[in-house]
């Protein structure tokens, strides 16, 4: 019985569905409590998330990239940022995990790749993609700014040069901003002696913030 349910509410136009479920809120306010927890991965879902982490696993095990294979990698990983965000929309505390793993081991090809400007503008477009969906689960913006801003501190070439800008424009609540403002100015104290430019942008990342 419930396979065949579920089978023909998959077969209901997304809309329609929608609708449905709006109804049925209404006239039962006891299932309003489902409403008020995140969404969490489980089953299928759960299989999937490490399906993805497997997959970015796979990518992240290229020896090297030549400068004619770099098109086809870079399309490689946005299929692949493309698959989880949309994991994302219907499972987004899951789905930024899945982000933020892929942030944090992304530095492992970077001295595989040719050519550093493509690989660059990745690095943008998934911390962009990061800082848009956490800001839909409740205390994963502060993390996902700060573990960004570590990124962009701990990178040597440039890859996450984009990420002060990304944290000004993103649209975080004032506590954050606060928050990672003051992550931003602890980390330019650290790496005044070791890298003098990229302390003063976090100085002025600071002040932006502020």
Same mark, same amino acid.
């Given at each position: 019985?419930?396979?065949?349910?579920?089978?023909?509410?998959? +077969?209901?136009?997304?809309?329609?569905?929608?609708?449905?479920?709006?109804?049925?809120?209404?006239?039962?306010?006891?299932?309003?409590?489902?409403?008020?927890?995140?969404?969490?991965?489980?089953?299928?879902?759960?299989?999937?998330? !490490?399906?993805?982490?497997?997959?970015?696993?796979?990518?992240?095990?290229?020896?090297?990239?030549?400068?004619?294979?770099?098109?086809?990698?870079?399309?490689?990983?946005?299929?692949?940022?493309?698959?989880?965000?949309?994991?994302?929309?219907?499972? =987004?505390?899951?789905?930024?995990?899945?982000?933020?793993?892929?942030?944090?081991?992304? *530095?492992?090809?970077?001295? +595989?790749?040719?050519?550093?400007?493509?690989?660059?503008?990745?690095?943008?477009?998934?911390?962009?993609?990061?800082?848009?969906?956490?800001?839909?689960?409740?205390?994963?913006?502060?993390?996902?700014?700060?573990?960004?801003?570590?990124?962009?501190?701990?990178?040597?070439?440039? !890859?996450? +040069?984009?990420? =002060?800008?990304?944290?000004?424009?993103?649209?975080? *609540?004032?506590?954050? !901003?606060?928050?990672?403002?003051?992550?931003?100015?602890?980390?330019?104290?650290?790496?005044?002696?070791?890298?003098?430019?990229?302390?003063?942008?976090?100085? +002025?990342?600071?002040?932006?913030?502020?």
């Amino acid at each position: 019985m419930r396979a065949e349910l579920r089978a023909r509410l998959e +077969s209901w136009p997304r809309e329609r569905l929608l609708d449905f479920a709006v109804e049925q809120f209404l006239a039962d306010p006891q299932l309003r409590h489902v409403l008020d927890g995140p969404v969490e991965a489980g089953g299928a879902d759960a299989a999937l998330s !490490r399906r993805l982490r497997r997959a970015i696993d796979e990518a992240m095990g290229v020896q090297y990239v030549d400068w004619r294979e770099v098109p086809s990698y870079i399309a490689r990983l946005e299929r692949l940022l493309g698959d989880i965000r949309s994991f994302a929309e219907g499972y =987004p505390v899951e789905g930024v995990a899945v982000l933020r793993y892929f942030v944090k081991v992304l *530095p492992r090809v970077f001295d +595989s790749i040719a050519d550093e400007d493509e690989l660059a503008l990745f690095c943008a477009q998934l911390a962009r993609v990061a800082l848009g969906l956490a800001a839909r689960v409740a205390g994963a913006a502060r993390t996902v700014a700060e573990e960004l801003l570590a990124a962009y501190v701990a990178d040597e070439y440039g !890859r996450f +040069s984009e990420v =002060p800008e990304l944290l000004v424009e993103a649209e975080l *609540p004032a506590d954050v !901003r606060r928050e990672v403002a003051a992550a931003a100015e602890a980390l330019a104290i650290q790496v005044t002696r070791r890298d003098s430019h990229k302390s003063r942008e976090l100085g +002025s990342l600071v002040a932006r913030l502020r």
